[in-house]
């Protein structure tokens, strides 16, 4: 599918531009036989601002995402490989995904690094490539940026990652550098308005979770049922 | 009448089921506490709801624009822009795009628009196989229902209930546990995901900036059907329009909040445009389906507000009326306060006219509503549209009353009269009246009137003529 297409394509019947221009003409039509002033709203993040940069986002942020049900856990760099370690014997994953990407804190280089202190504590560890359903117990990844507000981990198709990592594994670690954090989500939709958008941007607070059956909340419908964040402080050696 | 009779019949229906009542009773005082502390931890809840509602306001002023450049960005990105006037040509559509990708089996994630336009039936009688991927959904397609609530399809329903529906559809038993079913569900959900060829969701907001698509689920479902199947189809209505990612951060910020109390839903998706030819999995080709069927009319009309709505259930929850009666008493997709106004207006007022009645016009919706639609008077402009519609004795009954108003010895007469008529039950209080006045004092006791009026004993005591 190429971009040449521009709204026409194999599974329109008839050039869809007539359409859209017959619907904007009657919109034009309808909005001028009752016409309401509505201007621009003026300065949105005045107004919807919840977190500034001035609070301990690192604070903020673990108490959202964990109000939200992940479980959120600090530790230094050099603490990592065993933090890591850890939450996965917890939660009883033998094989597990581990994959970082360019602009996160767990770039390839730390992912690498990470995966092989894994294997040396005995699990087996994949490449994001080899995902298949229910053959990867846990999913260790990067993020693009959390959000304090909110408890949120943003997760994109920005490093080339599949859509799938984040969602079928029972288990999400997810590994943020605490400068990744940003206030709002005001900053965060700034953020993305600067560049072209990846095709998948998914914010994702807390595990999987429904109430339909009787209000009854319950966690792991379709995505992860767990969700730890590894919350990586600087510190000063690396 | 006949109008009128039509939901106090299914309201009567629903309220023999008393125990669905208490499900839906019990859901909605839930839902409402956590609203209210949702907006409360908020820093300045009205101020944001101002806002959100002049964003609304705007974006309808101006959607024309905001259309085009919606579709002019999404084509750029790749994907397919289709527009449909109806539903039965937004289902053609969809069929088109099924046939030209040679897609057999859908997954869906949940759309209010899609069952507005009975997608899944004009789906299935062309052959295709159609599975609901919401728990909630799942579980209401199952049992042969519509979902009872715009949030919570199965709001009535108890565990043991979805066990018995559950056991049918997955042919096999399934304990009364919430999580053990969700599990069953959730395992034969994987299976299905991985065989489908076509997703097709709704959308809760589309960028105009950026030609993106907003999807806000809890389950991962909105996720997996967008991940996994090679076609994306996204059925959206023209009013979803937001103009650029900072106006969607202000109705993100409202809609979870207003629905079930969170700050957002567990994962808030935004697409643009089909998997990039680099990316490892996701959809091939995007379809995105502009949905008018009756929109652009409401949009030229007096209650153009009621398209302002961010499908968020608050006004639902907050209901009286609904919360006696449940969802299924509408007899529509949309249901409560906002589905009073929205089924007659969509259906360009040729049905559903008894719902605008259902109301007290008490107000509770229009405090709920993130974007400050103005509910009751919305309803009262209804009433009045549809007035002319009414069957003649109602206009009877007015005219009659108008003339009393207007003609005082006509009014003296009539008290004499209704003092005759209205038998007492012996207590000083007149229960049942005869003839046209018996449905009317089925449910209200009047005092009987006195055997003077209070102009006469004035006239009398005072000398006057």
């Known amino acids: ?238 | 009448m006949k109008d009128e009779a039509t939901i106090r019949t299914r309201a009567a229906e629903a309220l023999r089921r008393p125990a669905a009542l208490e499900a839906v009773r019990a859901a909605a005082a839930r839902k409402v506490a956590q609203r209210h502390a949702a907006m409360q931890a908020l820093r300045d809840p009205q101020a944001l709801r101002r806002t959100a509602a002049a964003i609304r306001a705007h974006t309808l002023a101006h959607l024309p624009g905001y259309l085009e450049r919606f579709a002019a960005q999404a084509a750029a990105r790749g994907a397919h822009v289709h527009v449909a006037r109806s539903g039965a040509e937004a289902c053609r559509i969809v069929l088109r795009i099924a046939r030209a990708h040679g897609c057999r089996r859908v997954v869906k994630a949940k759309s209010m628009t899609s069952e507005e336009v009975g997608l899944n039936a004009a789906l299935r009688s062309a052959g295709l196989e159609v599975v609901e991927t919401d728990l909630g959904e799942f579980v209401a397609d199952a049992a042969g229902e519509p979902p009872a609530h715009i949030v919570t399809p199965i709001i009535h329903r108890t565990r043991h209930e979805v066990a018995a529906v559950l056991a049918r559809a997955l042919g096999a038993p399934v304990p009364v546990d919430p999580a053990a079913q969700t599990a069953r569900v959730r395992a034969h959900l994987r299976r299905v995901f991985a065989a489908a060829d076509m997703g097709i969701t709704g959308a809760n907001f589309a960028v105009a900036a950026t030609g993106s698509l907003c999807l806000c689920t809890n389950e991962g479902n909105g996720r997996m059907v967008t991940t996994l199947p090679r076609v994306h189809v996204a059925l959206v209505g023209i009013e979803k329009l937001v103009p650029d990612l900072p106006a969607l951060a202000v109705l993100l910020k409202l809609l979870a909040r207003s629905a079930t109390g969170q700050p957002l839903t567990v994962y808030t998706t935004l697409l643009t445009g089909p998997a990039a030819p680099s990316d490892p999995d996701g959809p091939r080709a995007l379809h995105i389906v502009l949905l008018d069927n009756g929109r652009s009319r409401i949009l030229g009309g007096p209650l153009r507000d009621v398209l302002r709505c961010i499908r968020c259930g608050a006004c639902l929850n907050a209901c009286p009326v609904y919360r006696h009666v449940g969802g299924h008493a509408y007899g529509s997709v949309y249901s409560g306060p906002i589905g009073s106004l929205l089924t007659p207006l969509l259906a360009g007022l040729r049905r559903g006219l008894d719902l605008p009645r259902a109301s007290s016009l008490c107000g509770a919706c229009a405090a709920a509503c993130p974007v400050q639609i103005d509910i009751p008077e919305l309803l009262v402009a209804l009433r009045r549209q549809t007035i002319r519609r009414q069957p003649g004795r109602r206009h009877l009954m007015m005219w009659s009353w108008a003339l009393l108003m207007r003609c005082a010895w006509l009014y003296r007469a009539a008290q004499r009269l209704l003092r005759g008529v209205l038998r007492d039950a012996g207590d000083g209080w007149a229960r049942r009246g005869p003839g046209p006045l018996r449905a009317w004092t089925e449910w209200r006791d009047l005092p009987r009137p006195p055997a003077e009026s209070f102009q006469r004993r004035w006239a009398r005591e005072n000398g006057d003529a």
Do not use: N
Not at chain 1, 73 to 82: F, I, Q, S, V
Not at chain 1, 92 to 116: C, E, F, K, N
């Open chain 1, 1 to 238: 599918m190429r971009e040449a297409h521009r709204g026409s394509g194999p599974a329109s019947g008839g050039p869809p531009h007539d359409a859209l221009r017959a619907l904007l003409a009657d919109l034009h039509r309808a909005l001028r036989a009752r016409p309401e002033p509505a201007g621009t709203p003026a300065d949105l993040r005045a107004v919807a601002r919840q977190v500034g940069p001035e609070a301990d986002l690192a604070a903020r942020f673990a108490a959202q995402a964990a109000e939200a049900g992940a479980t959120v856990h600090r530790c230094t760099a050099g603490r990592l490989d065993a933090q890591v370690a850890a939450l996965l014997a917890a939660a009883g994953a033998r094989r597990v995904i581990v994959a970082g990407a360019a602009g996160q804190w767990l770039d390839p280089s730390r992912a690498a690094t990470l995966a092989a202190a894994l294997r040396t504590a005995g699990l087996e560890v994949r490449h994001a490539g080899e995902l298949r359903f229910g053959e990867a117990d846990a999913a260790v990844t990067g993020v693009d940026a959390a959000v304090a507000e909110t408890g949120s981990l943003v997760l994109s198709t920005a490093g080339g990652l599949p859509r799938g990592l984040t969602l079928l594994p029972a288990v999400h670690v997810a590994v943020v550098g605490c400068a990744q954090i940003v206030p709002d989500l005001c900053d965060l939709m700034d953020r993305l308005a600067q560049r072209e958008l990846p095709s998948c941007v998914v914010l994702a607070t807390g595990p999987s979770k429904t109430a339909d059956i009787e209000g009854v909340l319950v966690t792991g419908v379709h995505g992860p049922g767990r969700v730890a964040v590894v919350l990586v402080e600087a510190d000063g050696a690396d």
